[in-house]
């Protein structure tokens, strides 16, 4: 199995720039995609971005693209993501996910087999 530890959230202000990391422990990290997804309070959790095992391949969805930056660097097991021009919609937990079963950065939910604890993001106005 997997285990996941998110760390960087806090509290920023509109139009600032935080960078969350994601690191892994337990199995071979290179071997499978890696994603981060959020969830604001009375919301569904929902997609941010995705990376292949080969870092080669990002997936975002158009409310991030542009703003945020995923990136991985398998010598130190994890998974980074670089919000830039941050805005008070962005605030959410932050869980990063890995999906064990493939190095496709995949946007669904259900293909990824572990999950880290979270970390909160708040961007006042």
């Known amino acids: 199995q997997v285990q996941l530890v998110e760390s960087g959230g806090g509290l920023v202000q509109a139009g600032d720039s935080l960078r969350l990391s994601c690191a892994a422990s337990?199995?071979?990290?290179?071997?499978?995609?890696m994603g981060w997804f959020r969830q604001a309070p009375g919301k569904e959790r929902d997609f941010v971005s995705a990376i292949s095992a080969s870092g080669i391949i990002t997936n975002y969805p158009d409310s991030v693209k542009g703003r945020f930056t995923i990136s991985r660097d398998d010598a130190k097991n994890t998974v980074y993501l670089q919000m830039n021009s941050l805005k008070r919609e962005d605030t959410a937990v932050y869980y990063c996910?890995?999906?064990?079963?493939?190095?496709?950065?995949?946007?669904?939910?259900?293909?990824?087999?572990?999950w880290g604890q979270g970390t909160q993001v708040t961007v006042s106005s």
């Open positions: 996910a890995a999906d064990l079963d493939s190095g496709y950065p995949t946007k669904q939910m259900g293909e990824y087999d572990a």
């Open positions: 337990g199995r071979t990290f290179s071997r499978y995609a």
